[in-house]
Nanobody
């Protein structure tokens, strides 16, 4: 059974940091692009960052640039999201997802999804 399991979410004050982890099992994701998405209450899910299978190519939305860093460890079948200088508007459920497409541009290209981890940033 293919699974992506996120962890590391929680409640943090504005300006604080969190490190999210995504552990994959059931198949190897070392050749998949991985993405972190988030969905805030009442809003649509949006991509935050994306990382290629090699880890060389990354994509960050404007809101994430300079504050978030994505990385992966293919040997451990895991992806990480370091989030610094968190803001209340970062409050959302964060999801990791995997895409066999080398440079996925659309959400439907991500075939595997985790259940999400809640991140709450207080002001």
């Amino acid at each position: 059974q293919v699974q992506l399991v996120e962890s590391g979410g929680g409640l943090v004050q504005a300006g604080g940091s969190l490190r999210l982890s995504c552990a994959a099992s059931g198949r190897t994701f070392s050749r998949d692009a991985m993405g972190w998405f988030r969905q805030a209450p009442g809003k649509e899910r949006e991509i935050v960052v994306r990382i290629s299978w090699s880890g060389v190519i990354t994509y960050y939305t404007d809101s994430a640039k300079g504050r978030f860093t994505v990385s992966r460890d293919n040997a451990k079948n895991a992806v990480f999201l370091q989030m610094n200088n968190l803001k209340p508007e970062d409050t959302a459920v964060y999801f990791c997802a995997a895409s066999p497409t080398s440079s996925p541009r659309y959400e439907y290209e991500y075939l595997y999804w985790g259940q999400g981890t809640q991140v709450t940033v207080s002001s």
